[in-house]
């Protein structure tokens, strides 16, 4: 499950926490500044933090999701008890769903199969 690029755009997590929860090789951090002008039609998932989603420019993450189809694209929070603010955004920005961090290889697995299990069936 190396082959795959996975982009988490977060502001506020530290990389330690990433590193000891996510096993896929190829994944990359970003902070919310220039993140529009980044290739994100590369990446096979987005994540991107609530928090920061909030702090970046009206739209932004609506344009975000626009660039990577809703299928790869999550909001993520701190912690399981923030999932209650959650819930407007995943609609007003175009996401797929959401998790609580910290975003595990298995829940990255799951939905890099289910996404595959699709394509497979069209």
């Known amino acids: ?3 795959y690029n996975i982009l ?5 997590s530290k ?3 990433l590193d000891a929860s996510v096993l ?6 970003t902070y919310s500044e220039g993140i529009l002008e980044q290739r994100l039609e ?4 987005v994540f991107l933090d609530l928090e920061t989603g909030k702090t970046m420019e009206e739209g932004a993450p ?5 660039r990577v189809s809703k299928e790869r694209f999550y909001i993520t ?10 819930r407007g ?9 959401y998790f609580a961090m910290p975003m595990t290889h298995e829940r990255i697995v799951l939905i890099l199969e289910s996404i595959g299990a699709k394509g497979e069936n069209h």
């Open 42 to 45: 590369k990446y096979d998932l």
């Open 62 to 66: 609506a344009k975000i999701s626009r």
């Open 1 to 3: 499950m190396t082959d």
């Open 24 to 29: 896929i090789g190829k994944w990359e951090r």
């Open 77 to 86: 929070v701190p912690k399981e008890e923030d999932k209650k603010d959650v």
């Open 15 to 17: 990389t330690a926490d």
């Open 89 to 97: 955004h995943v609609l007003e920005w175009g996401a797929q769903s």
């Open 8 to 12: 988490f755009i977060d502001d506020y």
